[in-house]
């Protein structure tokens, strides 16, 4: 089972920069692809961006495209999301989420995909 722990996140003005990591159990980590997802309270979980198992392939949601990035640390089982030129909307709780699709991240980031999640980073972009 893969296990997922999150670190990072705070609070920026906008246009400031933050980063969110994500460790995954060593020994599983290239066996699954990692999204990225961010909920505000009482909506639903959006996708943000994913990287597959290798790290060699992302994936990201159009409101971030061209400001965040992600990558992956393959010794250290840890893959972060780096967060640019961040705005008020950006606002809400990110998780990682592990997909065993590890070969290439899914056609669609579905919420529903995803399993083994992260406990969650608060993110707060003031303007």
């Known amino acids: 089972q893969l296990h997922l722990v999150q670190s990072g996140g705070g609070s920026v003005q906008s246009g400031g920069s933050l980063r969110l990591s994500c460790t995954a159990s060593?020994?599983?980590?290239?066996?699954?692809?990692i999204g990225w997802f961010r909920q505000v309270s009482g909506k639903e979980r959006e996708a943000v961006a994913c990287?597959?198992?290798?790290?060699?392939?992302?994936k990201y949601a159009d409101p971030v495209k061209g400001r965040f990035t992600v990558s992956k640390d393959n010794a250290r089982a840890t893959v972060h999301l780096q967060m640019n030129n961040l705005q008020p909307q950006d606002t809400g709780t990110y998780y990682c989420?592990?997909?065993?699709?590890?070969?290439?991240?899914?056609?669609?980031?579905?919420?529903?995909?995803?399993?083994?999640w992260g406990q969650g980073a608060q993110v707060t972009v003031s303007s």
């Open positions: 990287i597959n198992g290798n790290g060699q392939s992302t």
């Open positions: 989420g592990g997909h065993p699709r590890h070969d290439d991240c899914p056609a669609q980031i579905l919420v529903g995909d995803f399993r083994f």
């Open positions: 060593a020994s599983l980590s290239e066996y699954y692809s």
